[in-house]
Nanobody, 119 residues
Framework: QVLLEESGGGLVQPGGSLRLSCEASRTDLSFNFMAWYRQAPGKQREVVATITSDDNTNYADSVKGRSTVSRDNAKNTLYLQMNSLKPEDTAVYYC?????????????WGQGTQVTVSS
C-alpha cells in the first residue's frame, strides 16, 4: 500500500505562484504515471498535468505555459509549480499515481490540497 500526501496549497493573490508537492509514503515503489487533477466547487474533477516515468509531460490548455510538473524519483515526490495564478485556478488539487505490475494496474489518490486564488 502506498499513500500520497499533497502539500503546498493555500491562499494566494492573482498573479502569484505556488508549488504543490505530493510525497509518496514509500520510496521502494515507483509510479509509471503520475498526474495532478483539480476539482473546483460544483465542477467535475479535471486533469491539470501529467508526467510519465521517463518525464514526458502534458498539460491542460488552461494551465499550459503557466505550470510545470516534475518529479523526483529518488524521493518519490511529484511537484506542480504554478505561476501567474488566476481566480479560476481555485480548486482542490489532487495527486494521482498509477503503478503497473504483473498483477495489473494499481491507482492511488491523495487527499487533496486547497488552492485559493483571491485578492
Amino acid at each position: 500500500q502506498v499513500l500520497l500526501e499533497e502539500s503546498g496549497g493555500g491562499l494566494v493573490q492573482p498573479g502569484g505562484s505556488l508549488r504543490l508537492s505530493c510525497e509518496a509514503s514509500r520510496t521502494d515503489l515507483s509510479f509509471n504515471f503520475m498526474a495532478w487533477y483539480r476539482q473546483a466547487p460544483g465542477k467535475q474533477r479535471e486533469v491539470v498535468a501529467t508526467i510519465t516515468s521517463d518525464d514526458n509531460t502534458n498539460y491542460a490548455d488552461s494551465v499550459k505555459g503557466r505550470s510545470t510538473v516534475s518529479r523526483d524519483n529518488a524521493k518519490n515526490t511529484l511537484y506542480l509549480q504554478m505561476n501567474s495564478l488566476k481566480p479560476e485556478d481555485t480548486a482542490v488539487y489532487y495527486c494521482f499515481g498509477r503503478r503497473l505490475s504483473l498483477g495489473g494496474a494499481q491507482e492511488y489518490w491523495g487527499q487533496g490540497t486547497q488552492v485559493t486564488v483571491s485578492s
